[in-house]
């Protein structure tokens, strides 16, 4: 085979590609920096293939209009940024309740409100998990690099369709505007997960149906079933129920269809964490200064190591608890003022020290500055 | 009530009686609405509508937003969607264009369409995407005991109305093709008969199709106004209160006035929406959606 071609692009562009390799065949969104890219790119590459791109009234109808044609079976996507995301909670519930697979790209600016537009900033995290009302599932996966935004939002595909269920690929204006290398896979060589399908008749069929924690089959509009789909609480035929013992099972099952699968859901990377006796957490761009920050520290002979989840939330409880086990303390380097810093400490259950570095003037975290508190500690 | 619609009854009565439990699901019922609604009416209009197109079930799809009117899917045997408040129009959007061939009809109140939906809906009717909107306007809130809506006239008492209504109403019909909607017609559950059959034309029609249908809320609209009856209601908002198209056209202006124009009030052929994409797409190169 020849040899692979290396492409420039940037964080966006990559989304995108990776969206396409996921087999997305309908986009709706609304313009917003620094997500706009994935429009554009998509505007023109949708139709190509036969897929539809639709330029939508907000952000709330965007994240609607995916999950409609998502039950007219198209794998679907959005993409925004804070402000927009803002808008999507809305919709966010109603594809949770009613277990609607689509993917919702946020790229991170600075905050609340209009904020900084083109600063980044990577204080959505909080809102990707709590941001729409009422206990519900999360999946958030948060890549690092270009080439991670490709297959992260992949694997947000095959998790939508696995769990149906909606994914948050959440990265910062810096990746997504970011230009680096990344190898395009060829076709079949990274999974693709397909919806399944009912195979039933009609008359049986239940699209909510459960037994030992397995998540029903969803058919698409139109190709028979008939069924019928509400954001009100629902019993396994989809009907609104107002049966109490129902609604606190159904709140319970949509929740624990991830929480179950945490094991499966949660993917980190350690970074000489074996043997560390000081931890950092960090996630997205932060975890790239984290990391050259370890590097360093490993050359100056400080045990150092970097626990960098690619999966927020469900959070990596396990991961984080085990490192606390080992380190003296845990660095939490973060472009908010204090988000995943307060779950750090909570999954350490006291076992060591967390600390936060936090900055939310727009400006990454610089390698410099985690070295220097991991000095503190060695 | 029963004088009047016996009367008609006798003369619109179809020769062969028509069989509902294709299109109900019977399992379903009771339905939430109160008695005295006209919800029911519109829902057989739209039934019989339907069935008159020969097409089979699993071609519709019904899809709504939050309110009296859009609990309508949930007691129908089609692909059927309940969404959020004022976002049935979004849903629909997306469905229409990943399943071009779905017939998808939005049931919608004033509420839910034109005051938290009114940004979708005038962006629907602009783009002229293939959807039928059957907006119930009772002009109130019911699902939330009797609030002012957007079409509330002025003076009327709600719930948060008490001294009268001061906001002025949007008019659907001109609102909708003001934005662009190829079909605009307005009926009442009074007219049942006359309602079918624009209901009928509306999902025949290719591009986005409004319905202002005018319909009446005894529990809240009725009570708060000192209505006497539905019966009442009916007579006065939906019968005197409306003039059809044809006998408008041979009154003098004075006897228009505070009238609303009953049957089609605009038709017009422009680019369907779903139509316009698929030449988009074979600009773009690219193969037909599936």
């Known amino acids: 085979m020849a040899e692979k071609k290396k492409k420039f692009m940037q964080g966006n562009e990559a989304c995108s590609e990776g969206a396409l390799y996921a087999g997305c065949r309908f986009y709706a969104g609304y313009p917003i920096t620094p997500s706009t890219e994935v429009a554009e790119i998509l505007s023109v590459r949708l139709p190509k293939i036969g897929g539809v791109f639709m330029q939508m009234e907000d952000e709330i109808a965007s994240i609607c209009a995916i999950i409609g044609a998502s039950l007219g079976g198209a794998k679907s996507l959005t993409a925004t940024s804070g402000p927009g995301f803002s808008l999507m909670q809305e919709g966010l519930g109603f ?97 693709v997960i397909e919806r399944k399908k009912p195979t039933c008749k009609p008359e049986e069929y239940k699209p909510y149906a459960q037994s030992n924690g397995s998540i029903a089959p969803l058919a698409a509009y139109g190709e028979g079933y008939k069924f019928h789909v509400t954001g009100l609480y629902h019993a396994e035929d989809g009907f609104p129920t107002n049966n109490t013992k129902l609604i606190g099972e159904a709140n319970e099952r949509i929740v624990n269809k991830i929480n179950k699968n945490v094991d499966k859901i949660c993917i980190n990377e350690e970074f000489y964490t074996d043997d560390a006796e000081i931890g950092v957490v960090a996630y997205g761009v932060s975890s790239k200064s984290a990391k050259f920050a370890v590097k360093e520290m490993r050359k100056k002979g400080v045990k150092a190591g970097l626990l960098r989840p690619k999966t927020i939330w469900p959070f990596p409880d396990k991961a984080v608890n085990k490192l606390a086990k080992q380190v003296k303390a845990i660095l939490v380097p973060e472009m908010n003022l204090g988000q995943v810093y307060y779950e750090v400490e909570r999954a350490s259950r006291g076992q060591c020290e967390v600390k936060g570095i936090f900055k939310v003037d727009t400006e990454a975290i610089h390698p410099n500055q985690i070295i220097e508190e991991i000095k503190k500690f060695a | 009530m029963e004088t009047v619609t016996a009367a008609k009854k006798k003369k619109k009565e ?277």
């Open chain 1, 95 to 191: 594809a949770c309740i009613a277990e609607i697979p689509c993917v919702i790209v946020n790229v991170m600016r600075s905050g609340p409100s209009t904020g900084f537009p083109t600063g980044p900033s990577q204080s959505d995290v909080m809102q990707a998990k709590w941001g729409t009302h009422g206990d519900h599932p999360s999946v958030v996966l948060t890549p690092a690099t270009v080439q991670e935004i490709f297959y992260e939002t992949v694997r947000a595909f095959n998790l939508a369709e696995t769990y149906r269920t909606p994914v948050i690929v959440l990265y910062d204006e810096i990746i997504g505007h970011m230009r680096e290398a990344i190898t395009l896979p060829e076709a079949g060589e990274v999974e």
């Open chain 2, 14 to 290: 179809k020769p062969v009686p028509f069989d509902y439990s294709n299109y109900i699901r019977k399992g379903k019922l009771p339905h939430i609405w109160c008695p005295g609604c006209g919800h029911g009416i519109v829902l057989k209009c739209m039934l019989r509508a339907i069935a008159e197109t020969g097409r089979p079930n699993d071609d519709f799809a019904l899809v709504s937003g939050i309110g009296c009117s859009s609990r309508t899917p949930g007691y129908v045997n089609f692909n059927t969607l309940h969404t959020l408040h004022g976002r049935a129009l979004a849903f629909a959007t997306g469905l229409k264009m990943a399943k071009p061939n779905l017939k998808v009809i939005v049931t919608t109140g004033d509420g839910d369409a034109l005051a938290i939906g009114g940004n979708h809906f005038i962006h629907t009717c602009r783009r002229n995407l293939d959807i039928v909107i059957m907006v119930y306007n009772n002009f109130i809130y019911g699902m939330t005991s009797g609030q002012f809506s957007p079409t509330t006239l002025p003076g009327m008492i709600a719930t948060t109305s008490r001294y009268g209504n001061i906001d002025p109403p949007f008019d659907v019909c001109k609102m909708a093709e003001a934005a662009g909607a190829t079909f605009v017609a307005r009926g009442t559950a009074y007219h049942y008969g006359e309602l079918e059959k624009i209901l009928h034309e509306a999902i025949m029609h290719k591009g986005t199709a409004v319905i202002d249908i005018i319909d009446s809320c005894p529990t809240y609209y009725g009570r708060f106004n000192k209505f006497k009856s539905p019966a009442d209601m009916m007579e006065k908002i939906e019968k005197e209160g409306t003039v059809s198209v044809k006998q408008a056209s041979g009154l003098p202006p004075e006897k228009l006035e505070g009238k609303l124009l009953r049957g089609v009030l605009c038709k017009k052929e422009r680019l369907e929406y779903t139509e316009g994409y698929a030449k988009l797409i074979e600009k773009a190169g690219g193969s037909k959606p599936k």
